[in-house]
């Protein structure tokens, strides 16, 4: 299990491997080979992430790996360097206050869905996917959230107006920040999640 100490002696030594290994002997070694490639492998791929150069299943099975190896601590750390990742959760919870307002009577007005049950269902994978940064999936919803469509349309018939329009706002901004690239988000967007995660409380 990579933990923060292990985190803290890598990014001492720079992610040399030599360095680390000819100045610490080995009664003294709290990480090995396996893990210290594994840190370095884990912030490649992080990169890669980031400048959205991998597949949606490469970045699935990178963040699982992750998960997997470190400790919840570690993997905090990992997900903070996805400038993005912040904006995919509060999004998740964006979607989790729509999806809560669907139950079995819930009337679905003119929109194309038949049954609610079933929205329901795809919503929570929906949120799955978000949760693994899917854009795909982002996508998706940002056409359920437009005016006349999918979200207003439930929204109108269950007399939840209001809400929509709250959460749509905030979905609008969220994605936005999600699609722009580090060097705006830093620039730009600082304070964005302090702004909307409080809708989730």
């Not at 490469?58 to 993997?75: Q, W």
């Not at 997900?79 to 990742?85: A, D, G, S, V």
């Not at 705006?184 to 409380?201: P, V, Y």
Request: with cysteine; hydrophobic share 35%.
């Amino acid at each position: 299990m990579i933990t923060k100490d292990k985190i803290d002696t890598y990014n001492y030594y720079g992610g040399d491997i030599d360095g680390f290994l000819k100045f610490v002997n080995n009664e003294r070694r709290s990480i090995n080979d396996t893990e210290w490639n594994k840190i370095n492998s884990f912030i490649q791929d992080i990169q890669l992430i980031t400048d959205k150069k991998t597949s949606e299943e490469y970045t699935e099975k990178v963040l699982s790996e992750i998960n997997k190896s470190c400790d919840v601590e570690v993997f905090a750390y990992f997900m903070k360097k996805i400038p993005f990742h912040e904006y995919f959760m509060a999004l998740v919870g964006v979607t989790k206050l729509i999806e809560a307002k669907i139950n079995e009577d819930t009337i679905v007005g003119f929109s194309e869905i038949t049954d609610p049950l079933k929205l329901k269902f795809e919503l929570s994978s929906d949120i799955q996917k978000l949760e693994k940064l899917s854009f795909k999936t982002l996508e998706k919803l940002k056409i359920q959230f437009l005016p006349t469509s999918t979200f207003q349309e439930l929204a109108i018939a269950n007399k939840w107006s209001n809400d929509y329009i709250e959460l749509s706002s905030s979905f609008d901004a969220l994605y936005k920040a999600a699609n722009w690239n580090s060097t705006e988000k830093e620039q730009s967007n600082s304070g964005l999640w302090t702004k909307f995660k409080n809708i989730f409380k």
